[in-house]
């Protein structure tokens, strides 16, 4: 290991490559972390929760190393680590979770009460989640890494499917967790708010489940056009027809069983006009509107506490204007917050090493280069319909 570059944070709409600290197994607070390790980089993939920092849309300070979709292998174990090895391959949950405290105890690691001094719940490159270095670099340090991370099974094997196995860290759990919290199961008519990396990754998750119909809804054309070459029907949000009119055309019903939200707070209205302008509440509020009495809605899609861009004050402060008084009155069950990733992570891979979900496919794959990830950062926000994955030491792309 001799130096490290990574993804730097530097102001609003602007990323840059630069020359970051060699990682030692130090905690940010200065504490010695033999219980950690340190990564080769294999692959570190640009996440929508990125792009919100990066849009000047939280209070992410310049200079932050980005990245929480870690997928590397081991080249240095602390002295504490013991069931990992120097040359494994393995997955890096987005969530920094100690495995000690109350909450990892109870699988809920989103929320460690113990790597975040601020706060419940800790990730690597985001704002407000402990100051843990992010992974879009050639080199990342790891603590708890006996409980954190999954070890891939073989390492030729996981070579061959890595890029679906890169999902792992983030957005396959995520989307997973998005339709089991909505009740997702065989027969089921699912509706997915959102058609990026995410969105598509619960519809995978929906049909993995055995959901009978799984509709995907977006505003932005291209990822419609690819959601449905993927096999999902799909609703045009930016269309005048009301989404419920847009279900029905589908299931001849204006309501579907369960409901997730995979865009978060920088929704946009519904409708020709209503699509060009912020409306933070209009997804919950629409799930709540095509969900059926006593169904479920599953919110993996992100929101925050302070938005320095939001549209009005109340939002500024993770105040929405949703009509909590019609959720009540359908008796919905609502399921936030962050992922606990390691609580699916293994069950996934599996699925993916036995050809149980193609992944990679879905949410459009492209790998490149950590050169080029200031361009993969325009192009995603741009609304590109892929999954852009950072191959930092060319380990992937020759076989790509």
């Known amino acids: 290991m001799t130096g490290n570059r990574g993804v730097v944070y530097v102001a609003r709409g602007k990323v840059e490559v630069r020359n970051i600290p060699t990682p030692q197994?130090?905690?940010?607070?200065g504490?010695?972390?033999?219980?950690?390790?340190?990564?080769?980089?294999?692959?570190?993939?640009?996440?929508?929760?990125?792009?919100h920092m990066v849009r000047g849309r939280t209070t992410a300070p310049a200079g932050l190393v980005l990245g929480?979709?870690?997928?590397?292998?081991?080249?240095?174990?602390?002295?504490?680590?013991?069931?990992?090895?120097?040359?494994?391959?393995?997955?890096?949950?987005?969530n920094v979770a100690c495995g000690?405290?109350?909450s990892c105890k109870e699988?809920?690691?989103?929320?460690?009460?113990?790597?975040?001094?601020s706060r419940a719940g800790g990730a690597y490159g985001y704002v407000d989640m402990g100051g843990w270095v992010g992974g879009q670099a050639e080199y990342v340090m790891i603590p708890y890494a006996d409980f954190n991370l999954l070890k891939f099974p073989d390492r030729d094997?996981?070579?061959?499917?890595?890029?679906?196995?890169?999902?792992?860290?983030?957005?396959?759990?995520?989307?997973?967790?998005?339709?089991?919290?909505?009740?997702?199961?065989?027969?089921?008519?699912?509706?997915?708010?959102?058609?990026?990396?995410?969105?598509?990754?619960?519809?995978?998750?929906?049909?993995?489940?055995?959901?009978?119909?799984?509709?995907?809804?977006?505003?932005?054309?291209?990822?419609?056009v690819h959601a449905k070459s993927v096999g999902f029907e799909v609703v045009d949000l930016s269309k005048d027809a009301t989404l419920g009119e847009q279900i029905a055309q589908i299931l001849r019903e204006p309501e579907v069983d369960c409901a997730v939200d995979a865009v978060g707070f920088e929704a946009r209205g519904h409708g020709h006009h209503g699509a060009q302008h912020e409306a933070p509440a209009t997804v919950l509020n629409s799930l709540m509107d095509v969900t059926r009495a006593a169904g479920r809605i599953g919110i993996p899609g992100l929101?925050?506490?302070?938005?320095?861009?939001?549209?009005?004050?109340?939002?500024?402060?993770?105040?929405?204007?949703?009509?909590?008084?019609?959720?009540?009155?359908?008796?919905?069950?609502?399921?936030?917050?962050?992922?606990?990733?390691?609580?699916?992570n293994r069950a996934l891979m599996q699925a993916i090493l036995w050809d149980r979900i193609d992944v990679a496919g879905v949410v459009g794959v492209?790998?490149?280069?950590?050169d080029d990830a200031p361009k993969g950062y325009g192009e995603f926000d741009a609304g590109a319909p892929k999954k852009f994955v950072i191959d930092p030491h060319s380990t992937l792309r020759p076989a790509a």
């Open 25 to 29: 197994l130090v905690d940010p607070r």
């Open 31 to 51: 504490r010695k972390a033999d219980h950690g390790v340190i990564l080769k980089v294999i692959t570190t993939n640009i996440c929508g929760s990125d792009q």
């Open 68 to 94: 929480h979709e870690i997928t590397g292998e081991v080249i240095e174990a602390g002295r504490d680590v013991q069931s990992l090895a120097v040359g494994d391959w393995v997955s890096v949950p987005f």
């Open 100 to 102: 000690r405290c109350r």
């Open 107 to 117: 699988q809920h690691t989103g929320v460690c009460l113990t790597v975040n001094p």
């Open 157 to 224: 094997r996981a070579r061959a499917r890595i890029r679906d196995l890169t999902c792992l860290s983030d957005i396959l759990p995520t989307g997973y967790h998005g339709a089991v919290t909505a009740g997702v199961g065989p027969g089921s008519t699912v509706y997915i708010a959102g058609a990026g990396p995410v969105g598509l990754a619960a519809a995978a998750s929906a049909r993995l489940l055995g959901a009978a119909v799984v509709i995907v809804g977006d505003v932005n054309p291209k990822r419609l």
């Open 303 to 344: 929101y925050v506490t302070d938005d320095p861009g939001a549209v009005d004050q109340a939002a500024k402060k993770g105040a929405l204007s949703i009509r909590f008084g019609l959720g009540w009155a359908k008796s919905h069950s609502f399921f936030t917050g962050q992922t606990p990733v390691m609580k699916y």
């Open 366 to 370: 492209e790998v490149i280069s950590l």
